[in-house]
């Protein structure tokens, strides 16, 4: 069994600092194999912000695999967003945080959804090219691991359907596309944590969003972070939520089937059991 943790959207220079001792104490007591980080790392992409980000992951036991979001470019100063949009992640973080994970049972890759500009008004919109969608399609391809991901910043679906809140740029094409090759694609940015499945070769991929894990940018939901158990037959998303914003406690659990067939997923409410 594989158990990584999904955690997103963490806003560093807006993050909740209970939240993350606890995040960092709850991981360091029981290591998951992979820290899945999707994104907006940083308030501001300042880079005191990276630079608390960097510690945080620095005290994490685990590998951790990670894109950046549409915070982590630069937005004041203007020459670096147009011109080295990425250079303070990669700087500070990207020793820590590896574009992607290959062991004899993993394969996971990362794609960049966020943009220095578009061609539209809101510009933290992710936006998804068709040709990177196929070549990591084919790299998935390639590789014999029986867990096989992508993860990246912005969803390219999620509820609600193409009149939902994704309004990721080519979203739709890019699921098509890495459900036939991907068993989990892992994203952010909505701060809503979600399970959607799409039916690829013979198997199911789900599209999976996180809610913050410890920003004080929350939104519809608490903080929280994903946990989900990968076995040959099947998967499970625990997800976690932050109690009183000092602690986080299983709150839900869904069955992820990976066979077509399968019988539907269902979320079980677990706070009655967190309770106790
Ligand atoms: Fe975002």
Redesign the pocket.
């Known amino acids: 069994m594989i158990r990584l943790l999904h955690i997103a959207?963490l806003h560093f220079g807006r993050e909740h600092r209970p939240l993350v001792d606890a995040f960092t104490e709850y991981c360091v007591s029981s290591p998951p194999d992979l820290i899945v980080a999707t994104?907006?790392f940083t308030q501001g992409a300042r880079r005191k912000e990276f630079a608390a980000a960097r510690q945080f992951f620095d005290a994490l036991p685990s590998p951790v695999i990670g894109a950046p979001?549409?915070?982590d470019v630069p937005s004041r100063a203007l020459d670096h967003r147009f011109f080295t949009p990425w250079q303070r992640f990669e700087r500070v973080l990207g020793g820590r945080i590896d574009p992607r994970v290959q062991t004899d049972i993993v394969l996971g890759e990362t794609l960049h959804t966020a943009r220095r500009a578009q061609m539209r008004l809101d510009w933290?919109l992710g936006r998804v090219s068709r040709a990177d969608a196929l070549i990591l399609s084919r790299k998935l391809e390639a590789g014999a691991q029986p867990v096989k991901f992508v993860a990246c910043?912005h969803p390219l679906i999620a509820p609600g359907g193409s009149r939902g809140r994704a309004k990721t740029k080519r979203g739709e094409d890019a699921a098509d596309i890495l459900a036939q090759s991907a068993d989990l694609v892992l994203t952010?940015?909505l701060h809503e944590t979600f399970a959607l499945p799409r039916e690829g070769m013979g198997h199911v991929c789900w599209f999976v969003g996180a809610s913050t894990t410890f920003s004080e940018r929350t939104r519809d939901e608490p903080s929280g972070f994903n946990e989900i158990l990968i076995e040959a037959d099947r998967m499970e998303l625990i997800h976690h939520e932050s109690r009183e914003a000092k602690s986080f406690v299983p709150a839900r659990r869904y069955e992820l089937p990976r066979r077509p067939g399968d019988s539907p997923p269902k979320a079980v409410d677990l706070s009655d059991h967190a309770a106790r």
């Open positions: 959207d994104g907006d979001g549409n915070h933290s910043h952010g940015h």
